[in-house]
């Protein structure tokens, strides 16, 4: 679909919503009311209550939150949380902090998910006679073999399995809803659970009632996925499907009330009753329909986590737009827009996924980790959209009143999250704030950097740049010469590139070329400027890209001099006699300079810590010259010191011979 009929509501782009954003959101019933009631005796006032909390939790977290408020904050039809923040970026510093963990709750999430939803799919085949007494280990390797399989396609893209996604979800979802039907006149009373009052009762009389909020947490952690997915299927497709969805899982969840209810009132379920496969959602199929819901269940469980890979991958492209994430390899499997595949980010979820499947072993076990750290996300996010409502200069009312609403909910859900900790929450914490650590690593870094890099005006230079270009005497290094350069303004540069044109090796060149790359907010602009300082001695580039357009400049910069050369704008035939007379156009070469911080004796402990790791992390991750796309055989690296003039700072005194 293109951009403009994805923001018009249609019958294609309600199947694309369907089978791209609900994966998450959608296979919640498999594991929601389970997690409520393990360990607890099956009552009236249990299931209405927790029956309650989560009609009122889609309600006014999924609904009200992220379908009517927070889907509007768009960035040119782009959401999720960079999306976000790139939008309000300009206005608060310190907004970049909720926003890196935000970005690296949604990361942990996706490590966490897939084991979750394979592993509950995959579970229900104890609920088939034959194959009662299956093992864990059994359905272990199960598990690991379709979290392999999936992981394996990644690197072939999924623009052709992708279109089957839709279709299999609206069964999915028909087949939620008629389950929960089947039951709902077994036990009317289960509407009530529609009160908010059942829900509040089971929160203040129930022993330990607030801690069954961990467990409806599990009935919205989608939710973030609707506004990170918001580009692929367009605000109406989203608000309208998402009736449907919500009215198929609100069945679901009441025929399953209904069905505990019914067949298991006093009961309590016991970890040894679960790990025998006692699990409501499949107690609600008929006998001869279980076989065939564990396969539907499994195939959605794995559209959910192809959709949580997917949005893993555009998460970091973009954090590596945004400076701040390492520079890792990006390939694009096919022409479809916005489809990528990152081979790093492909073996880091595959690696957490394995490992928390072989920690855990059980989904049961796999619903303590679960959650936590998603709630991070939707507080940061609750930040981020305040900030947002702010800068459209909203009325102060209303910002209070939805800040004071969703800190509450947020917060609550966190705290109820909390007591998960010891019980494998743990985990989640600890990816997330290992992810967060990279993160900012890299951002606090970059900064130490400008602190140090020394900027100068580019105009004292100039008149010596084309001296040095018509310096018959020095040998010429290149017909064209091109450096990267991080000023800002074309009035200026960075005094590495002077040193390494002038005092580290004199370059002499025909034309001098500066590249500069300018991330802006719009997400798929692509845009250039040129601005020639000496006619066509020394020429500047300013490339405006969008945070979600792969920056490969070779292309660009080709285009860029293709488009000049029509122009007559600037000659690029090559100044060697024998070259020029037949119109070879010369050669171009590229400068990378890598920078090393030389002297590091003026920064704090925790500043030299942090340069140091970056520059671990800078040696194992993507090349510059690789990240933007240059030709190796184009490409000169350089290793220059960071501050290049930190000599001055030294103080020495002289002593004479006796």
């Known amino acids: 679909m293109n951009r403009d009929s994805i923001n018009k509501l249609s019958a294609a782009g309600l199947i694309v919503a369907l089978g791209v954003i609900y994966g998450d959101i959608g296979t919640s019933p498999l594991y929601v009311l389970s997690a409520i009631i393990k360990n607890k005796a099956v009552t009236d006032e249990l299931v209405l209550g927790a029956l309650s909390l989560v009609i009122w939790t889609l309600t006014m977290q999924t609904t009200v939150k992220y379908v009517l408020l927070i889907l509007k904050a768009d960035n040119r039809g782009e959401g999720g949380i960079f999306a976000l923040y790139a939008l309000i970026r300009r206005r608060r510093r310190w907004l970049v902090i909720p926003a890196m963990i935000g970005g690296a709750s949604l990361l942990a999430d996706g490590i966490i998910t897939p084991p979750m939803s394979v592993t509950s799919a995959v579970e229900g085949l104890r609920n088939i006679p034959l194959l ?3 093992t864990d280990n059994t359905i272990v390797i199960i598990v690991l073999v379709i979290i392999l399989l999936l992981f394996f396609i990644q690197q072939f893209g999924t623009a052709s399995i992708g279109k089957l996604f839709g ?4 069964l999915w979802f028909v087949m939620l809803a008629v389950l929960g039907l089947l ?10 659970a529609f009160n908010p009052w059942y829900g509040l009762r089971l929160l203040i009389t129930y022993p330990g009632g607030f801690w069954i909020m961990g467990g409806v947490f599990l009935c919205t952690t989608g939710a973030e996925a609707l506004y990170s997915d918001l580009g692929h299927a367009g605000l109406p497709n989203i608000r309208i499907s998402w009736l449907f969805v919500k009215t198929c899982l609100i069945l679901n969840y009441l025929g399953q009330g209904a069905w505990l209810l019914v067949h298991n009132k006093g009961i309590v379920v016991t970890q040894q009753l679960i790990d025998a ?10 006998s001869w329909f279980v076989m065939t819901g564990i396969v539907v269940a499994a195939t959605a469980a794995v559209i959910a986590s192809q959709a949580l890979i997917s949005g893993s991958f555009t998460l970091v492209s973009e954090a590596m737009r945004l400076n701040l994430w390492p520079r890792m390899a990006i390939r694009y499997p096919s022409e479809l827009r916005g489809q990528l595949f990152l081979p790093g980010v492909n073996l880091l979820l595959l690696i957490g996924c394995c490992g928390v499947v072989l920690h855990f072993r059980k989904s049961s076990n796999m619903d303590a980790a679960y959650g936590l750290a998603i709630t991070l996300c939707m507080l940061a996010t609750t930040i981020l959209f305040t900030n947002y409502l702010v800068q459209r200069r909203v009325r102060p009312l209303f910002i209070y009143a939805f800040l004071t609403v969703y800190l509450t909910i947020d917060g609550t859900f966190l705290v109820a999250n ?33 602190r140090y890099m020394a ?25 064209h010469l091109v450096y990267l350069t991080t000023a800002e ?47 066509n001695d020394l020429i500047r580039v300013d490339f405006h890209l969008g945070f979600r357009v792969q920056p490969r400049l070779d292309l660009m910069f080709r285009k860029v001099v293709q488009d000049l ?14 070259l020029e007379k037949h119109n070879i156009i010369g050669d171009f070469t590229f400068v990378v300079l890598e920078t090393y911080l030389n002297n590091d004796r003026d920064l704090d402990y925790f500043d030299r810590m942090i340069m140091r790791l970056y520059l671990w992390l800078k040696s194992v991750s993507l090349s510059d010259e690789k990240a933007f796309g240059l030709e190796a055989n184009n490409v000169v690296v350089e290793h220059t010191p960071l501050d290049v003039n930190f000599h001055h700072g030294i103080k020495m005194k002289r002593v004479y011979p006796h």
């Not at 279709?167 to 609206?170: D, R, S, T, V």
């Not at 010891?422 to 400008?450: C, N, S, T």
Request: proline share 5%; hydrophobic share 45%.
């Open 418 to 450: 909390l007591v998960k900790f010891r019980e494998g929450g743990y985990i989640a914490l600890i990816v997330a704030g290992l992810l967060f650590a990279v993160m900012f690593i890299w951002f606090r870094a970059r900064k130490i950097k400008q």
């Open 565 to 578: 050369v029509i122009n007559r704008e600037v000659d690029v035939t090559s100044r060697y006699e024998s």
């Open 455 to 479: 900027v100068e005006r580019l105009q004292p230079h100039v008149e010596l740049l084309g001296e040095l270009s018509n310096d018959a005497s020095i040998p010429r290094y290149a017909t």
């Open 277 to 286: 496969g006692f699990n409501s959602f499949y107690g609600v199929m008929p």
């Open 132 to 134: 009662h007494g299956i």
């Open 489 to 535: 303004s074309p009035a200026e540069i960075e005094s590495k590139v002077i040193y390494s044109i002038l005092r580290k090796q004199p370059k002499r060149a025909d034309i001098y070329w500066f590249l500069h790359v300018d991330t802006v907010d719009d997400p798929y602009t692509m845009e250039y400027e040129v601005k020639q300082m000496l006619t």
């Open 167 to 170: 279709p299999i979800m609206l």
């Open 183 to 192: 039951h709902l006149g077994d036990y009317p009373a289960v509407f009530k």
